[in-house]
């Protein structure tokens, strides 16, 4: 499965890993962060950027929602 996000550059910290929890009723999803580099009073422009990443599913998603695993949410899947 291949997870799109966007991540605010060069300031924000990038991704660290991918997490994929599989249950029965959901595919949970959880993005880890790298601890922030940011100098204190230095001037950051803040440019979204797109990225993605591949996570290996040991099952089809098939009928089960893909949630946030940082809010909770689920997550609209582009099929």
Do not use: W
């Amino acid at each position: 499965m291949t997870v799109h996000f966007t991540l605010p550059t060069p300031c924000a910290p990038g991704l660290r890993r991918a997490e994929v929890t599989e249950r029965r009723d959901a595919v949970v999803v959880t993005l880890r962060r790298m601890p922030s580099g940011t100098q204190k009073g230095g001037i950051c422009a803040q440019v979204i950027n797109r990225r993605t990443v591949d996570v290996q599913l040991d099952a089809p998603i098939g009928d089960r929602p893909v949630v946030d695993g940082s809010s909770g949410r689920e997550v609209k899947l582009g099929r």
